[in-house]
């Protein structure tokens, strides 16, 4: 297959890239991502609980041992690593979390998030640029979680993006493409970039949509995660995505107005001939 | 001394970094802030803590 996407210099197979988060169980989990078919999945960093202030063991509590469990999986799992810096709300705190991560992962590849608003988690878009500008400069391969603004696209790009990450809607809504007109705008204007929908995606069919209209991937979580069967939802998005991209590539029709038969017309039988 | 480790006000002897994080058991992959300032792992035998500082010690968990 020569029809690979190519990001910061390193080529996949897969143009789905999956979130490790909210899974039953770090078993589904590990079986989810690999139906996926993914090679590229993101992970965090949290404060490690200790058992220091409060005297009580909670180094071996249930949530510790989860989070351990699900590490270990991941780095079974032997794919690119993309730590995101969730949560974050400037861009000191994005650059200082993004250090933390390129040293316990081992990867400059970062999912860089600032967040400027709790109730949508809307990307900040001034510290977003901000923080992408200083983590270039420190070798961090940036892929920026943004919003379908064309202008704040253009503004990463100048910065040093090599990859950008729409959202197609706020994180874990599943609302699908909610401003194709944006989209559609960031697409026709910036081709000398992989461009990723990253966030709102709920349904398989809305996958297949982002990557007909030119997207080079797509970037979910939640939509696997909290399907009622993870791993057998992981296969249909990997299937949609690929349908998706093979319908880019083969190109859609145009859209009428009108009908037009699909049937040839010549040589009918029988009917309407008494006029 | 008094220190803030992942928020929550601790007591701890040791002064040097190496010694405070062994000190409180921290274990597996990690990496550590003081006062919001990332701290290399090679710096943690010469980094000292001062009272009232803010440690942070993250390891890795599941993310979207």
Redesign the interface.
């Known amino acids: 297959m020569t029809d690979q996407l190519s990001l910061y210099g390193k080529t996949f197979d897969s143009r789905l890239l999956i979130?490790?988060?909210?899974?039953p169980s770090p078993a589904i989990?590990h079986e989810a991502v690999q139906a996926s078919g993914a090679e590229i999945i993101?992970?965090?960093?949290?404060?490690?609980?200790?058992?220091?202030?409060?005297g009580s063991d909670v180094?071996g509590s249930a949530e510790q041992r989860e989070?351990?469990e699900?590490?270990t999986y991941?780095q079974q799992m032997g794919l690119q690593l993309l730590?995101?810096t969730?949560g974050c709300k400037s861009a000191?705190?994005a650059i200082?979390?993004a250090?933390?991560?390129r040293?316990?992962?081992k990867t400059d590849w970062l999912k860089l998030e600032v967040i400027g608003d709790d109730y949508n988690l809307q990307p900040d878009p001034y510290g977003l640029i901000e923080a992408a500008a200083e983590l270039i400069k420190r070798g961090f391969k940036v892929l920026p979680y943004c919003t379908d603004d064309l202008v704040v696209c253009q503004k990463l790009l100048d910065a040093g993006c090599e990859v950008l990450m729409p959202w197609g809607a706020p994180?874990?809504t599943g609302q699908g493409l909610l401003n194709k007109y944006n989209l559609s705008s960031i697409r026709e204007r910036i081709t000398q970039v992989p461009l990723i929908i990253d966030?709102g995606i709920g349904a398989p069919s809305q996958a297949a949509e982002a990557l007909e209209m030119g997207f080079d991937a797509v970037l979910l979580?939640?939509a696997v995660a909290k399907a009622q069967e993870p791993v057998m939802m992981a296969k249909a998005f990997k299937t949609a995505v690929e349908a998706g991209r093979l319908a880019h590539n083969a190109g859609l029709m145009l859209k009428r107005q009108t009908a037009k038969p699909s049937t040839p017309t010549v040589g009918m039988p029988f009917w309407h001939q008494d006029k | 001394m008094e220190v803030l480790v992942n928020g929550e006000t601790t007591q701890v002897n040791a002064t040097h970094l190496v010694e405070v994080l062994k000190e409180l058991g921290f274990e597996g992959d990690f990496a550590v802030a003081i006062n919001g300032e990332f701290v290399p792992r090679s710096m943690y035998a010469e980094q000292t803590l001062a009272e009232g500082n803010q440690l942070d010690v993250l390891s890795p968990i599941a993310g979207g």
């Open positions: 979130g490790s988060a909210l899974y989990m993101t992970l965090s960093l949290r404060r490690q609980m200790f058992g220091g202030g409060s180094q989070a351990n699900i590490w991941i730590p995101n969730a000191k705190e200082t979390l250090e933390m991560s040293e316990i992962f994180i874990g966030a979580n939640t």
